[in-house]
């Protein structure tokens, strides 16, 4: 019996399957606005082999960044605001250092 609850307790504690990201691509630009608005944060499928960390406001980035509008391809709308991306005011848009 001691067996068997050990064996119950590490399934109930293991490793939890992977969840798909959102694909913004199969969403209305609606959905797409909503879920980002939901969630405050969170990393969505842009196309077959990219995603994005979208953002609803500046509160989900850390203190050194700032936003930029981030646009993506939903199933309505070719040019769809999502919401904000973080990125860093001092070297976004620079070739290098």
Same mark, same amino acid.
């Given at each position: 019996m001691r067996r068997l609850a050990l064996g119950l307790l590490c399934l109930a504690v293991g490793p939890a399957a992977a969840q798909p990201r959102p694909d913004v691509t199969a969403m209305?630009?609606?959905d797409?606005? +909503?879920l980002v608005a939901r969630a405050g944060a969170i990393v969505v499928t842009t196309?077959? +082999?990219?995603y994005t960390r979208a953002v609803r406001?500046?509160?989900f980035c850390?203190?050194?960044k700032s936003t930029q509008p981030d646009y993506e391809r939903t199933r309505d709308v070719p040019n769809c605001f999502i919401g904000y991306r973080c990125v860093d005011p001092f070297t976004e848009g620079r070739d290098g250092p």
């Open positions: 209305t630009c609606a797409a606005q +909503a196309g077959p +082999a990219t406001d500046i509160g850390v203190v050194e």
